[in-house]
């Protein structure tokens, strides 16, 4: 194998840097490209090649890569350009030739670090002025329709538990990655002023950050991955003339009347969906009286939680997220046989539990007073039951 790939140390662990890439070159890896968390190496002759990393962070729309004439002088000086990375411009000096430091005076170098720390900084607080933001957004969405985004946040929770993880591991690295080039980068430059020489082969033990920076990353690509393989794994077919799940169908109510389509051509389906947390199923189903073009359909959403205990959270938060509700205080409870509980709102909903399993359904039936929660409490109870 003549290339390999390492992950690098960060973008404002500018000695790091060059003390990694001076190591692998000592093994026998020459630098050849440096990504946005790994670098390419490319198989040579073990030797002490030195490295050293060149700052130059550009303006908006500016070309990021160095003037050819800044490259000559480097060249001149005996320095060859590898590569650049953002702001981070990468130059190598054979064993023994005697290529001079690019800097002499400490302070001139800390100068070259303004901008870079300006921008982190600038970048810090917009990041934290959108969390700021969103977080008020939620709290004001919050107050302006209690419950129904911490409903609907649930709900998708459950059937999408590896895309929330991913989410948060996210939210966690991010502050942390930029709370760490803050503290890296100030506490450069402040050595610099201060007239003391960058450290190109500094001895800090870095197993226990790049271990949290490669679990976290580990974990998210993981979560990632898990929730690809979930979607590719979502079946959507004809809703069968049996049911294959713990769902209703209209002929357990009494219904007989011919399969139809419903508004702009939707086909009664079922939708089922497999989590880390319950197999969901959501199905709809049309009928229609060809004679009078009346027409009856009936739209579920049945989830088997892996942990009963969420049952009951998941059911208060079907009822705030429900479609013609106006959220949970619509709801009334019913007498329901056979479930462990049961509410109805508007003769139109229902929402029932018993142990693992709990169901939402909405229906619209004619006429519309045949909505009778206790004749679907007791069809489900039966259907649960042989489930």
């Known amino acids: 194998m003549n290339r390999t790939y390492r992950f690098h140390p960060g973008e404002y662990e500018l000695g790091e840097n060059e003390k990694f890439y001076g190591d692998m070159e000592a093994r026998g890896w020459r630098l050849e490209r440096r990504g946005g968390c790994l670098s390419r190496f490319v198989r040579t002759e073990p030797g002490g090649a030195r490295y050293r990393v060149e700052v130059s962070s550009r303006r908006f729309l500016e070309d990021p890569a160095l003037a050819e004439g800044q490259l000559a002088v480097f060249e001149d000086c005996g320095w060859e350009y590898i590569c650049s990375q953002g702001f981070l411009h990468i130059f190598r000096a054979g064993p023994g030739s005697g290529a001079p430091e690019f800097y002499n005076d400490p302070a001139e170098q800390a100068g070259t670090l303004k901008k870079v720390r300006r921008d982190l900084f600038w970048g810090a607080a917009a990041m934290v002025l959108v969390l700021a933001l969103a977080a ?33 591991l996210w939210l966690a690295w991010t502050p942390w990655q930029t709370a760490w080039g803050l503290w890296k ?8 002023k201060r007239g003391l020489p960058l450290d190109h082969s500094p001895k800090g033990n870095r197993i226990l950050r790049r271990a949290l920076n490669r679990g976290l990353l580990a974990l998210a690509l993981l979560c990632l991955l898990l929730t690809a393989a979930q979607l590719a794994g979502v079946r959507t077919r004809d809703l069968p003339a049996e049911p294959e799940g713990p769902y209703l169908m209209l002929e357990d109510l ?11 051509g939707r086909e009664s389906a079922v939708t089922y969906t497999r989590s880390l947390l319950a197999d969901c199923w959501e199905t709809l189903e049309v009928q229609e009286e060809r004679a009078g073009g009346r027409q009856v359909w009936m739209r579920q959403s049945v989830y088997r939680l892996r942990f009963p205990g969420m049952a009951e959270a998941l059911a208060r938060a079907l009822m705030e997220d429900a479609v013609f509700a106006r959220g949970g205080e619509d709801f009334r ?21 018993r142990g693992d399993l709990v169901l939402r359904v909405e229906a619209l039936l004619e006429p519309l007073d045949r909505f009778d929660p206790q004749e679907i409490c007791a069809a489900l109870a039966e259907r649960w039951a042989a489930f």
Do not use: H
């Not at 329709?145 to 895309?163: D, M």
């Not at 980068?185 to 610099?192: C, F, H, P, S, V």
């Not at 009494?254 to 702009?264: A, D, F, K, V």
């Open 254 to 264: 009494g219904w007989t009347w011919e399969r139809g389509s419903l508004y702009g």
């Open 333 to 353: 409870a019913v007498e329901a046989p056979g479930l462990d509980a049961a509410w109805t709102a508007r003769d139109m909903e229902l929402v029932a539990v």
């Open 136 to 168: 008020l957004s939620i709290l004001l969405g919050v107050w302006k329709a209690p419950g129904q985004i911490g409903a609907e946040q649930l709900k998708r929770f459950v059937q999408f538990p590896t895309a929330y993880a991913a989410y948060a």
């Open 185 to 192: 980068i100030n506490r450069t430059y402040a050595r610099l």
